[in-house]
């Protein structure tokens, strides 16, 4: 099941060192979406090697990585034989097969970030109970395994009540909002009920959600990225405005929880943390995730140095780029599906086509081969000189009857 050809142990070792390029070792990636596609962009410039371990034959870094192997990160047979083709392994995306990774670090494989850290973050319990005992700030949660135990959290915290799956969550799907004590039950249904692993959070009343992304050297120096404003949409990522609109003491007082979560974490590389900003200044985190992330796409026009190529840098032991922003003001505008198909695919193009007319405007198109409802398809980032120009620019290529001529 793989595209890469087989080869003997000495053509690995001939593959694993490379002449020429800034890392003589290659970065194996685990996930081949367009967080593996933007990797390897970066990765080809500084002509490091990056393979990818994705299922899917046609994913988004299919085309674009130095060898594509086909198969399932989370399959213990298939992420160990994909190891042995690279000099270093790395995520896209957690919910891989965290144990694998553990097994494979003992024998010496070079993980970045550790397989602690997968293991810690790809359940979202584990992750509340492992930051909270760091002393990061977040909302009250607790595990349900019943209905007795869904009830005592709807006492503890009130209502609204967020549940959500401790596995497998991306975009919101995993978590459901009881409003009230009778909607306990259709909530934790939505979910899957509570053999897949639940927990309940306290709704957090905020005004606000921010990011940032930090980036972790492995001699464990870190640097944050400026912190953004993330808008979501139905719970699924979809502007960022960077830099967030906020005084000087909420940046940092988001910037050091921020730290402070990644530097409770093992091993290199970038990290996004998410987090709440509440009516009476104060910060929560709502989740880390161990990888390049939606909420720093803008890095790669806005910044000195992307995330994804800050994090090739960390992981294969490069010094990390400066994260300042090159441009004042940047807004990332995620094109999500809006119908299946072809007529999705004909709005999606019609919206391109203006932004290809908006000055500051780049497009990334992430060539997945199905377009579906809410499918993350691509994403328009616009800079420029000032917040207030950058959100006209925006408004300008959503408006359908814009004016196409530049
Ligand atoms: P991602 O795609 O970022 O991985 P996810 O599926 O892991 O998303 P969360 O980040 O847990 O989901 O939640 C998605 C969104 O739901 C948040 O960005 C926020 O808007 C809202 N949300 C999550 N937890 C809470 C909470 N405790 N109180 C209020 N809103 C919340
Ligand atoms: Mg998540
Ligand atoms: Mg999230």
Not at 38 to 64: G, Y
Not at 123 to 130: A, P, R
Request: aromatic share 6%; charged share 25%; hydrophobic share 35%.
């Amino acid at each position: 099941t793989c595209c890469a050809s087989m080869e003997n142990d000495v053509s690995h070792r001939k593959e694993n060192t490379l002449d020429h390029g800034l890392s003589e070792k290659i970065v194996g990636v685990l996930g081949g979406g367009q967080l593996g596609r933007m990797l390897c962009q970066a990765a080809s410039q500084m002509a490091i090697k990056v393979n990818i371990l994705d299922p899917m034959k046609n994913c988004p870094a299919s085309s674009i990585c130095h060898h594509h192997m086909v198969g399932s990160y989370d399959d213990s047979t298939t992420v160990e034989e994909f190891a042995k083709r690279c000099g270093i392994l790395t995520v896209e995306i957690e919910h891989v097969d965290a144990d694998t990774l553990e097994k494979l670090e003992k024998q010496g494989v070079d993980c970045q970030p550790k397989a602690s850290t997968i293991r810690i973050i790809q359940d979202k319990f584990l992750q509340k109970v492992h930051f909270s005992g760091h002393g990061i700030p977040l909302p009250k949660f607790m595990q349900i395994d019943d209905q007795e135990s869904a009830k005592r959290a709807g006492h503890q915290f009130g209502y609204p009540l967020m549940v959500k799956s401790r596995r497998l969550a991306y975009d919101g799907r995993g978590n459901a909002v009881a409003k009230s004590e009778e909607e306990l039950t259709s909530a934790i249904n939505a979910l899957g009920g509570y053999g897949h692993g639940l927990y309940a959070e306290q709704w957090a009343p905020f005004v606000k959600e921010l990011a940032v992304i930090v980036a972790r050297g492995r001699s464990d120096s870190i640097l944050c990225y400026p912190v953004v404003e993330t808008v979501h949409r139905e719970n699924i990522c979809h502007i960022v405005k960077a830099p967030a609109n906020e005084s000087w003491k909420i940046m940092k007082l988001a910037t050091d929880i921020a730290s402070r979560a990644v530097a409770s974490l093992e091993g290199a590389g970038v990290f996004a943390v998410e987090l709440f900003l509440t009516e009476d200044g104060e910060i929560l985190l709502n989740e880390v995730a161990p990888r390049p992330h939606n909420s720093g796409h803008h890095t790669i026009e806005a910044c000195y140095t992307s995330q994804y190529e800050q994090h090739l840098r960390a992981v294969v032991g490069l010094p990390l780029g400066d994260p300042s922003m090159k441009a004042p003001a940047a807004i990332m505008y995620n094109i999500l599906g809006e119908d299946e198909g072809e007529p999705g695919f004909i709005m999606a193009h019609q919206l391109i086509r203006r932004a290809l007319c908006t000055p500051g405007a780049s497009i990334h198109w992430y060539d997945k081969p199905d377009m579906r409802k809410q499918r993350k398809m691509g994403h328009i980032t616009v800079v420029g000189p000032s917040m207030g120009i950058v959100e006209t620019r925006v408004k300008s290529f959503l408006k359908e009857n814009a004016d196409e001529s530049p």
